[in-house]
């Protein structure tokens, strides 16, 4: 009986003109005219997928050493800016320094000009 079933449907099955060659399998019901095209087109589509998938993935990796490589260039600069802090504090101190004793020597030849 459900056999009959199966044949009822597969002589009901109307295909539009439309729908033929369109990559997807219309008569899954074994006639000749579909014979392993759904299986062929899912390794094809399956193949296609693997690739995809094999280009996310070097794109992938691509990005996680730009990330990284990021990460360690952040860290140098920070490392550098804070070395370029100290020095300008300590310049600054020099020069705060070398103020003071402009000052005092400008005043001894002030002093001893009058």
């Known amino acids: 009986m459900g056999n009959s079933i199966g044949k009822q449907r597969a002589q009901t099955f109307v295909n ?14 074994g006639k000749a005219q579909c014979a392993n ?6 390794n094809v589509w399956r193949e296609k997928l693997k690739k995809k998938i094999a280009t996310f993935r070097v794109g992938l ?10 990460q360690l260039m952040i860290e140098k600069d920070k490392r550098e800016l804070a070395n370029l802090k100290l020095e300008e504090k300590n310049l600054k101190d020099v020069v705060q320094k070398l ?12 002093f001893h000009m009058h």
Request: charged share 30%; glycine share 10%; hydrophobic share 25%.
């Open 37 to 42: 095209t759904c299986s062929e087109a899912g």
């Open 99 to 110: 103020g003071g004793i402009y000052s005092s020597v400008q005043i001894k030849v002030d």
């Open 16 to 29: 539009f003109s439309s729908r033929v060659n369109d990559g997807i399998c219309d008569c899954c019901d």
């Open 61 to 70: 990796e691509a990005r996680n050493r730009d990330i990284e490589h990021s």
